[in-house]
């Protein structure tokens, strides 16, 4: 089994800066993609970032330009770095991972983000 678990959320004002990271462990193989997720009441879980072992990123358009995935292939560890936070912003994010060609996802627990004033 995979575990993940994320770390580094928190409260913090408009413009501020916060980065998140996810520990995984207790996989028998090498994870292809790791990513991040958020999801707010009410809402669906909305992807925020993925990479790949090969280091291919994508973003998703509401980040462009403000949030900055990053991993350690390693380590199995994958970072968030989440720049001119803003209140649309909060929410629970949640660190996933798979394998290529499986379709199982594997999640962490969530860390919650809150950007108020």
């Known amino acids: 089994q995979v575990q993940l678990v994320e770390s580094g959320g928190g409260l913090v004002q408009p413009g501020g800066s916060l980065r998140l990271s996810c520990a995984a462990s207790?996989?028998?193989?090498?994870?292809?993609?790791m990513g991040w997720y958020r999801q707010t009441p009410g809402k669906q879980r909305e992807l925020v970032a993925t990479?790949?072992?090969?280091?291919?990123?994508n973003y998703a358009d509401f980040v462009k330009g403000r949030f900055t995935i990053s991993r350690d292939n390693a380590k199995n560890t994958v970072n968030l770095q989440m720049n001119s936070l803003q209140p649309e912003d909060t929410a629970v994010y949640y660190c996933?991972?798979?394998?290529?060609?499986?379709?199982?996802?594997?999640w962490g627990q969530g860390t919650q983000v809150t950007v108020t004033s």
């Open positions: 996933n991972a798979n394998f290529r060609f499986t379709p199982r996802d594997y």
């Open positions: 207790g996989s028998n193989r090498s994870i292809w993609t």
């Open positions: 990479i790949t072992r090969a280091a291919t990123r």
